[in-house]
């Protein structure tokens, strides 16, 4: 991607104020007791124009700079990392599993995106490295020459011949492992994966985990997850600079 951040400087400002300034910071807030750090956005109203994003690391949790991490504590640089990938415009990625944990909240099994919502434990450094979903959705705000020299996958999901919205599409590239995911976004059911590389792609529809809808759409948005895991019934070949072509895909029902 074409976008790089460096060291400014420290300040006595703080996140989360409306100082023009764009800080990063810790906060003492103990009632967030799911939050270990977040984004906010100052925008102006009149002309859309972003004035400055602020990143909050909460100091009720244990943080680690330790250069391997450190046992029982959040690693500072890969909680950084996603937030500032926020910072940048990307959403969450859903390219991940969890499950419930019997103190509450969810356990990360496993994930293929620092922009995954949920962190990996403690102590993990897992997420300092951006992986192959994160560097193409960074790629596709702030492209830059090797970017356009990518391909893509486009198409169509449905369910009883009608569009599907929310629908998480992701091409498998069997060459590198690579996973990059994306959803259907319009009401035509319309999905767009870029930042591909050429070679034959597994392309699998899966209904968003149901806990955790609100981490990537609206709450307005009305998302169906009643269907099964689907996979197109070819292996999708993108070609250097090129589409696929429209790919559509009936999903299976439950
Ligand atoms: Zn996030």
């Known amino acids: 991607a074409s976008i790089t951040y460096e060291f400014a400087g420290f300040t006595s400002a703080l996140p989360n104020e409306d100082d023009g300034m764009s800080t990063l910071g810790f906060l003492e807030k103990p009632e967030l007791d799911r939050v270990l750090a977040s984004t906010s956005f100052l925008i102006d109203d009149a002309t859309g124009a972003l004035i400055e994003a602020d990143i909050f690391f909460n100091s009720a949790f244990p943080w680690s700079v330790a250069e391997n991490g450190e046992s029982g504590r959040f690693d500072v640089q890969s909680i950084a990392l996603h937030e500032i990938g926020h910072m940048s415009g990307l959403g969450h990625s859903a390219l991940g599993e969890t499950e419930l944990r019997e103190s509450g909240g969810r356990r990360v099994i496993a994930s293929e995106a620092v922009m995954f919502p949920i962190a990996f434990a403690a102590g993990s450094i897992a997420g300092r490295t951006p992986r192959a979903d994160d560097i193409a959705g960074i790629s596709d705000l702030y492209p830059d020459g090797d970017f356009r020299q990518l391909g ?14 929310g629908a998480h599409v992701v091409a498998f590239d069997p060459a590198s492992g690579a996973l990059v995911g994306n959803f259907t976004l319009n009401a035509q059911g319309q999905f767009s994966i870029d930042g591909l590389s050429a070679g034959p792609h597994i392309l699998r529809v899966e209904p968003l985990d149901d806990a955790d809808i609100d981490s990537f759409f609206e709450s307005t948005r009305t998302v169906d997850l009643e269907y099964r895991v689907t996979y197109a019934n070819r292996l999708i070949v993108v070609s250097r600079r090129g589409d696929s072509g429209p790919v559509d895909i009936e999903v299976a029902r439950k």
């Not at 893509?152 to 919205?165: E, H, M, N, Q, Y």
């Open 152 to 165: 893509s996958i486009s198409g169509r999901v449905t369910k009883d011949g009608r569009p599907l919205f």
